[in-house]
């Protein structure tokens, strides 16, 4: 009996006129002509079709074009026999640890009392304040700092260049650790003849002359939390007091921005997204035209749900319709080969064109680690103060078997809702800490922002097909880092992904 074939998992789509479709086994992207287009909406019946009897029902003048292209589109794995589609590869352990970014928790102190922070707001991680237990280090030490940049150099050696990321509680409250750890990190970058970056999170509120000096020398990557304009700023960023940090962060973000050099690492804004406050359009004007920034990205709120800040249906509906919006004034710039500052638009085109297929959400626990004020390792910078996500110490090493135990709950092979679900090699899952604060597993899906992730994704090939039908090289330059383009030369710090 001959066997009946159907289409496999893809997402088929019109950028424009023009079909195309996403092979999420793949994660290839390929534009449809209309035999092609033809074959694959005909092979896809829950029941499949026996190949021949499609030729023969096809005219005889286009038979043969017709099975050349049946063939192709098996060979690419879009139609095969029923039952056959591929499997997941289950996940490889703990083994060929690709540390390349060390997240320092440089303080948990901040300045700011920002309503909706992880750090001091209800959906903090820290299990010691609740269980009555000691309450952690508020400052990291020098010596802390310089004995993780030494374990990164140690754990990280043969990988390429490396990056030192400093985090709070508002990081520059602890400068000093920052400059000791810098040092160390060059020293021992110029005797092993590696490289070395480093890059920061702020609330700019302590950015002083001699800290933007510091920046602009050492070329960091700077990314500022700040939500628009001083209406929408202050809404929630605030300080103890309940005084708004807008006017106080203002004239200390414009030195920052004149002080960059030409062909120096971009600035960035990060946006929180919060109820009532998903004017992207406006924020964006503000941020980018206004005050000059190089790039946004923008941030919907991590919360549990029930929060009165968290994103309601209906507003990521309207964060969608705007994001849609500033998609288009992206894809003016594209046509017109200038870089654009939607930061998240830049980095989903960037992983479409790549081909990335994850089998992590991100690099937490993999590429990257986060290091507590005392020294102790956790997934990610979000997760440090959780005793309960700790994989290791900076002295001892890393727990192997924590680790490998976390990567192997978290790989998309133990995921099985996602296993239906086309726009599964971007998103593999979604953030851990997110996942965490909702249903208290670091490993489960956020099945809460499927539709939102499907139509995000879905956007963002609708904008790769209409770059690649009109100025193809420009997704070539946006990839490859061009500096005509201004585009960060690293792989944002939580978007190291390692490949099914
Ligand atoms: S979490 Fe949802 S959107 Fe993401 S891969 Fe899984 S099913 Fe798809
Ligand atoms: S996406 Fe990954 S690195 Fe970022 S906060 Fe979530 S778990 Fe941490």
Redesign the pocket.
Known sequence: MSLRYRTTLQHRYRAGEVPYVYATTTASILRLDAITEELLTSFDTVGGLIPEDYLESTPEEQRDEARGALDELVGLGLILPVGTEPALRPSTGAANYPLQTLVLNVTNKCNLSCTYCYEYGEDRLTEAPKLGAKARAPMMTSAVAQESVEFLFKTAAGRGPLTVTFFGGETLLNFEVIRSAVAKAKALADEKGRQVGFALTTNASLLSPEVVQFLIDHQFGVNISIDGNKDQHDRHRKFKSGRGSYDEILPRIRALLAARRPGGRPIGARVTLTAGQTDVIGIYRHLVSELGFDEVGFAPV?SAPGRDYALSPSNYAQVLAAFRELSDDWLESAFANRKHGFSNLNDLVRELHLGVNKAH????GLG?LGVSTEGDLG?????VESGKHEVGHVSSGVDETKRGDFLARGHISAKIDCHSCFARPVCSG?????AYVRTHD?TAPNLHLCDWIRSWTSLGLEVYGRVHARNPSYLDRLTGHDERLGLPRAVP??EATELV
Not at 379 to 383: G, K, P, S, T
Not at 430 to 434: A, I, R, T
Request: hydrophobic share 30%.
């Open positions: 991590t959400p991100c690099g937490a990257l997934l990610c910078h979000r997760f979604g953030c851990y800490h997110e670091e710090m939580a």
